[in-house]
């Protein structure tokens, strides 16, 4: 069991470790600090490599106590790099907010160490590689996600009784849904922002799916983006999406094999789907969601946008993303929503829910102050709280939840 549970929160920690190199204050630091950018590249790759063996672990490490020993140093070596990059990140924040306010301050506990921050980094990447070198060793095989971070497809389904810690966002969103722009703009664009697991696409479905909001608009449309801004594909499924009406599969695999060879569309056929689209929402009050947008370019918004334009004033397009800098491009009269991780009072419910499912955890009190350790260490993110919950939900003795935190 402790295995079982080691290798989801080495997952998701290492989903935790990927968001913070990637993200746009982390690497801007690097590069105005002039430190060495290509290694957070190699830093990711390993980290990739790694995250892609895991489930491979997991099994063989019942038989084989030298994969199980790999997985427990691994784990050591992941939480070591999560604090090494939560200073760096702290002072990437940090040096954002005083590039702001037109100061050159570096923290004095951070001065100390900033010339170490690349031979910091240098060595955690070596030492990660020893793992990868050794889980090849190892016989270790990686799954079909090596290389490739796309994240899962979503759809607009949510069980409300299940999310914690989100009243304020919900309700301070629902507020823009509401409101008709006095700005000129006459489609409002809301993107939320925040890291990989924190939660935007369950915010984005308890806005899609709240009374009020199901009220105030004719149409509603769902669409998961992902990493790959396929505007044909994107187009189709919002298509599918407000009219309930399922397009040609075959037509758009062509259509879409043709793009991805050629990084072109073809513009008749393209053409096509958006004519429908514009018809579908021409006149009418419309919300659509397009999920986990990534580096879309902003041509390809911007014919989006020429569609969506046909809707009445009042529409609205709530925009989920990694990355501040979609938010900038996408951005209109509403603000900018970063939504941020969850107190570990409000992680510790959410694991507990699923852990115990409907029975009250309060009689399990023999498991509430591991329980609620546990807790702090998912940082905050729904995604590894669920993960975690989810695997300790038939495993309720002390010594399955305390050899977690071993």
């Known amino acids: 069991m402790a295995s079982v549970v080691a290798e989801a929160f080495l997952s998701a920690f290492v989903e935790v470790l990927l968001e913070k190199i990637i993200s746009t204050e982390f690497v801007n630091y690097f590069r105005s600090k002039k430190l060495d950018v290509s290694l957070l590249e190699k830093l990711k790759l390993t980290l990739l490599s790694l995250q892609a063996v895991l489930n491979d672990a997991e099994e063989k490490q019942i038989t084989n106590p030298s994969v199980k020993q790999w997985l427990d140093n691994l784990r050591d070596v992941i939480f070591e790099a999560d604090d090494l990059l939560d200073k760096i990140n702290t002072e990437a924040l940090r040096s954002k907010v005083n590039k702001v306010r037109n100061m050159n301050i570096l923290s004095s506990s951070f001065k100390q160490s900033y010339g170490l921050i690349n031979f910091d980094i240098q060595r955690l990447f070596e030492r990660l590689e020893q793992f990868a070198r050794k889980g090849h060793l190892l016989g270790l095989k990686e799954g079909a996600s090596c290389g490739v971070w796309n994240g899962t497809p979503t759809s607009s389904v949510v069980d409300e009784s299940a999310i914690y810690g989100r009243d304020g966002d919900r309700k301070k969103l629902k507020e823009f849904l509401l409101?008709?722009?006095?700005?000129?703009?006459?489609?409002?664009?809301?993107?939320?922002?925040?890291?990989?697991?924190?939660?935007?696409?369950?915010?984005?479905?308890?806005?899609?799916?709240?009374?009020?909001?199901?009220?105030?608009?004719?149409?509603?449309?769902?669409?998961?983006?992902?990493?790959?801004?396929?505007?044909?594909?994107?187009?189709?499924?919002?298509?599918?999406?407000?009219?309930?009406?399922?397009?040609?599969?075959?037509?758009?695999?062509?259509?879409?094999?043709?793009?991805?060879?050629?990084?072109?569309?073809?513009?008749?056929?393209?053409?096509?789907?958006?004519?429908?689209?514009?018809?579908?929402?021409?006149?009418?009050?419309?919300?659509?969601?397009?999920?986990?947008?990534?580096?879309?370019?902003?041509?390809?918004?911007?014919?989006?946008?020429?569609?969506?334009?046909?809707?009445?004033?009042?529409?609205?397009?709530?925009?989920?993303?990694?990355?501040?800098?979609?938010?900038?491009?996408?951005?209109?009269?509403l603000p900018i929503h970063y939504l941020t991780p969850l107190q570990s009072d409000e992680c510790w419910s959410l694991l507990s829910k699923h852990a115990f499912g409907a029975s009250n955890y309060k009689l399990r009190s023999n498991l509430q102050v591991v329980g609620k350790e546990i807790a702090k260490k998912c940082d905050g993110l729904p995604l590894a709280a669920v993960a975690l919950g989810g695997l300790l939900r038939t495993k309720l003795s002390r010594d399955d939840w305390n050899d977690v935190l071993r």
Not at 282 to 287: A, P, Q, R, S, Y
Not at 307 to 330: P, Y
Request: glycine share 6%; hydrophobic share 40%.
């Open 179 to 333: 409101r008709t722009s006095d700005d000129g703009d006459k489609i409002g664009v809301i993107s939320i922002v925040g890291m990989g697991g924190v939660g935007k696409t369950t915010l984005a479905k308890l806005l899609y799916n709240d009374p009020e909001v199901k009220e105030k608009f004719d149409l509603k449309g769902w669409a998961y983006i992902s990493k790959d801004f396929d505007i044909v594909r994107v187009t189709k499924t919002l298509l599918e999406s407000v009219t309930f009406k399922t397009i040609d599969t075959d037509n758009l695999n062509t259509m879409h094999s043709e793009f991805v060879a050629s990084k072109r569309t073809d513009t008749s056929d393209l053409n096509t789907l958006q004519v429908q689209l514009q018809q579908s929402l021409c006149h009418k009050i419309f919300l659509l969601v397009l999920d986990d947008m990534w580096d879309g370019s902003y041509v390809d918004w911007n014919n989006l946008k020429d569609i969506f334009n046909a809707g009445k004033m009042g529409s609205k397009i709530i925009i989920t993303t990694r990355d501040e800098r979609v938010a900038l491009f996408t951005h209109t009269f």
